[in-house]
């Protein structure tokens, strides 16, 4: 079946703008995950989500960051006034179980900020 | 907090060779062990994941250990491809959310 999809592929933007970042899970996955990969920092956790629950925002690196999943399904991450600290490629995994699964990766989006 | 190791940082080898790639770990008290394969530009591939009862999980050429004691997990290579080349990357989850905790990664070069 279909794997994890993000959009866009790649994303360009000037500092101070907005960004929405999708990812479409494995359909009928109810743990949803988004990490950023950069440079100096590796693969960091950002927010969690599973099934109806409150999402865990523990990774969030600023009040700038926010996230949604509606209907249980596909997922937006929001960047606002974007920093060119925040340049790096953003990941989103999905499974079907959060503690004992196999998290499911997408392509990334890969943020630059000028 | 748990912390997770991983050397070597890069490792190139002649094609046909074996070899094992390590990632340790501060909290024995994980729920499973996760390693994947990152191409240049790519998102993450599952190769294997090993619950926390399990001492092993084999997949192909491909075999990766656990030994939760010692803090460690290897992942063993047998006659290695050109296709191996990659990063590899060992990840826990910190919680039972399962949100991970990621090794810096390994980044193999097989060389034909």
């Known amino acids: 079946g279909a794997g994890v999809s993000q959009s866009p592929s790649n994303k360009v933007t000037e500092k101070g703008k907005d960004v929405e970042l999708r990812c479409d899970p494995i359909?009928?996955?109810?743990?949803l995950y988004w990490y950023r990969q950069s440079l100096g920092q590796g693969l960091e956790f950002l927010i969690y989500?599973?099934?109806?629950?409150?999402?865990?925002k523990s990774g969030l690196p600023s009040d700038r960051f926010s996230a949604e999943r509606t209907g249980g399904s596909v997922s937006t991450l929001t960047i606002q006034r974007t920093q060119q600290e925040d340049s790096a490629v953003y990941l989103c995994?999905?499974?079907?179980?959060?503690?004992?699964?196999?998290?499911?990766f997408g392509p990334g989006t890969r943020l630059t900020v000028l | 907090k748990q912390e997770v190791t991983q050397i070597p940082a890069a490792l190139s080898v002649p094609e046909g060779e074996n070899l094992v790639l390590n990632c340790s770990f501060t909290?024995?008290?994980?729920?499973?062990l996760q390693w994947f394969r990152q191409d240049p530009g790519k998102g993450l591939t599952s190769l294997l994941l090993?619950?926390?009862?399990?001492r092993e999980q084999t997949s192909g050429r491909l075999n990766a250990s656990l030994d939760k004691s010692s803090g460690r997990s290897t992942l063993y290579i047998a006659a290695s491809q050109p296709g191996d080349s990659a990063t590899y990357l060992c990840?826990?989850?910190?919680?039972?959310?399962?949100?991970?905790?990621f090794g810096q990664g390994t980044t193999l070069q097989v060389k034909p």
């Open positions: 995994a999905s499974s079907w179980l959060a503690d004992t699964d196999t998290q499911y």
């Open positions: 359909s009928g996955h109810t743990a």
């Open positions: 989500f599973q099934g109806n629950s409150a999402p865990d």
């Open positions: 909290d024995s008290a994980i729920y499973n």
């Open positions: 090993i619950q926390s009862s399990q």
């Open positions: 990840a826990l989850p910190s919680s039972n959310t399962g949100k991970l905790i």
